[in-house]
């Protein structure tokens, strides 16, 4: 029925840090697909993996890590053995990325102008003064900044930390990306200004027709912007499903154990639930689910071998032997 087209294919992706005390996995076979207009949350802690997942596909894992498995397809072509300056132009004019902090991201000595006078230039070959400043307008009056000639001349130390956030959104857009990854581009606002952050971008994924991948530890977030979910443990993705499906039918012990400890809106809690035990360690490799010392329905099988991903109703995925009826992925 679906005539829908991938714009990025990730297949078994493995990414490993070689350190001098051990090789640390940072992420462990990841298989994601994300569709043209979708936008698909990355959940899970701190560590499990979700900023990686992005760095990977653009290729800026950081020193002494590397991708030693898998293949990235962006729009069909393989990322991982793509040349540099191949995947420099890919950086920025098809795949943009929106930082956690604007305030590193932005060039403090440059004004605002000149920052999108740069990326507009270079990404859409405009170097004429006024069609340039024209463009700059558009951007900034895109994130719904009021005062966009104003704003043009200042510098990122002069913008509340929501402007700057509103600055890096529309250098982001302004090469018209096909995908757009938001590695928690709210954490550093306060809580209004982090839901107008959010609703811009949803707007403006819909009205640009660009594919987003959001990046949060926040279920509430991804709850009110994704399509869908994956939710991520130890460098795996270990649930994937649509947003309403996911919050509905959590199959995953780890998933049903975020979801509760995430209150519902109108739910009184005195305090929040924590899912008890600590993430493995990943200098360490484990034969079976990583999850399986913290899981309350933890069987023989789940330490001895890794479980199979199965599709359990359409488009529902879940690595769990408890859906998998103990089959394993690695024989
Ligand atoms: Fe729990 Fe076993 Fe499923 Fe892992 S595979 S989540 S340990 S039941």
């Known amino acids: ?54 760095y990977s596909i653009l290729r800026l894992v950081p020193h002494p890590g590397r991708i030693t498995a898998g293949s990235i397809k962006y729009k069909g072509i393989e990322l991982t053995t793509l040349d540099l300056d191949r995947m420099r132009s890919v950086r920025g004019t098809e795949i943009s990325m929106i930082f956690q902090d604007a305030s590193t991201a932005l060039d403090p000595v440059f004004t605002v102008g000149s920052q999108l006078d740069e990326v507009i230039s270079l990404h859409q070959g405009i170097y004429e003064k006024v069609a340039l400043e024209k463009k700059v307008v558009e951007a900034l009056e895109l994130v719904r900044i009021a005062a966009p000639k104003e704003v043009m001349e200042m510098y990122p130390h002069e913008l509340s930390g929501g402007m700057k956030q509103r600055v890096m959104i529309a250098l982001a857009l302004s090469c018209s990306p096909s995908m757009l990854i938001a590695d928690e581009p709210t954490t550093a606002l306060d809580v209004t200004i982090q839901g107008q952050i959010l609703k811009l971008l949803k707007a403006l994924v819909a009205k640009t027709g660009s ?66 035990g ?54």
Request: net charge negative; aromatic share 6%.
């Open 278 to 331: 600590t993430v493995p360690d990943l200098m360490n490799p484990f034969k079976g689910c990583p999850f399986v010392d913290r899981c309350g329905k933890a069987m023989d099988v789940c330490s001895k071998h890794r479980p199979s991903r199965v599709e359990i109703s359409r488009g529902h995925y879940v690595s769990c032997h408890l859906w998998s009826g103990g089959e394993p992925s690695d024989g």
């Open 1 to 54: 029925m679906s005539a829908r087209k991938p714009v990025l294919e990730i297949r078994g992706l493995r990414t490993q840090f070689f350190l001098r005390e051990g090789i640390v996995t940072a992420l462990d076979g990841i298989d994601l697909t994300i569709y043209e207009n979708e936008s698909v949350g990355i959940v899970g802690e701190t560590g499990c993996g979700k900023s990686m997942t992005a």
């Open 211 to 276: 594919s987003m991948m959001l990046i949060t530890h926040n279920l509430g977030i991804v709850a009110e912007t994704c399509d869908r979910i994956c939710v991520m443990y130890a460098g795996r993705i270990v649930e994937d499903a649509e947003t309403f499906e996911l919050f509905e039918h959590p199959r995953h012990p780890y998933t049903a154990g975020l979801l509760t400890a995430f209150p519902k809106l109108g739910e009184k809690k005195d305090e929040l639930s924590v899912i008890k």
